[in-house]
């Protein structure tokens, strides 16, 4: 027996290790909000973080039993660093991920759409991309816009880029009717009209360019946690307290 200790010894370490790496987190989630955050899904202060996304992990975590820490982390460096177990989870959607497979999602939190904002109390009218022909759309610089990539190959409708989000707001505000639109998340163009005190001047499209569900992306150990957070999720979107996080966004 005192000879085959050592082997015992080895083979529980191994157990162990193996059990260590497929646990759910302890008592602390640890969050990526990024460095400046995503408002409203995610909003960074000087001391303090609140948005959608957070306070939706918070209050499921009280729920839970655990806490909600941020890491701010840069959107380059996140995959790895879920993967090295350095974080628990950021805010994401399978479809913007290079390896989803490599990773666990809850159940979308919420929509991210992308619509079309225009100046006065009549929306515009999306049905599909031969709707923007002859029109000037504001867009973000940097962004592609693949459903729309062929309509400003060719020149049918012309894109205005500017470098941020309330730049498409208020060039669509003061433009004097050069700009026909803007193209901005659906969320996010509410939560920047709310900031600046724009409400009642803009019309959100009921049309959307493109639908995603915004989820927790988490390291892929972390499955049965997943499900836990998801029933909770269920939970508050059916006594509506989802409804009036969001709410409180806009």
């Known amino acids: 027996m005192l000879r085959k200790l050592p082997l015992l010894l080895a083979a529980s370490a191994v157990l162990l290790c193996a059990a260590r790496s497929h646990a759910e987190p302890g008592q602390t989630l640890r969050l990526n909000v990024s460095p400046n955050g995503y408002p409203p899904y995610t909003v960074v202060g000087d001391h303090s973080v609140s948005g959608i996304v957070w306070d939706v992990a918070t209050l499921i975590g009280q729920r839970l039993g655990f806490d909600v820490e941020a890491r701010?982390?840069?959107?380059?460096?996140?995959?790895?660093?879920?993967?090295?177990?350095?974080?628990?989870?950021?805010?994401r959607a399978p479809e913007w991920t290079e390896h989803p497979q490599n990773f666990v999602f809850t159940l979308p939190i919420v929509r991210v759409q992308e619509v079309f904002f225009t100046v006065g109390d009549k929306p515009f009218v999306y049905n599909d991309p031969s709707?923007?022909?002859?029109?000037?759309i504001l867009t973000h610089l940097g962004y592609k816009y693949p459903y729309l990539h062929d309509l400003f190959e060719s020149n049918r409708a012309r894109r205005f880029d500017v470098p941020r989000d309330r730049d498409m707001f208020s060039y669509l505000l003061q433009g004097d009717g050069r700009f026909d639109m803007a193209i901005s998340d659906r969320l996010v163009g509410r939560w920047m009209i709310r900031q600046n005190g724009w409400r009642g001047q803009f019309s959100t499209s009921d049309?959307?360019?493109?639908?995603?569900?915004?989820?927790?992306?988490l390291r892929p150990d972390m499955a049965d946690f997943a499900k836990r957070f998801d029933r909770e999720l269920d939970a508050i979107k059916a006594s509506g307290e989802l409804d009036a996080i969001v709410a409180s966004y806009q």
Do not use: H, Q
């Open 72 to 91: 701010k982390i840069p959107r380059k460096r996140v995959d790895s660093m879920l993967l090295e177990g350095y974080i628990d989870a950021t805010a």
């Open 131 to 136: 709707d923007l022909k002859g029109k000037v």
């Open 207 to 217: 049309g959307a360019l493109s639908d995603f569900g915004l989820s927790l992306m």
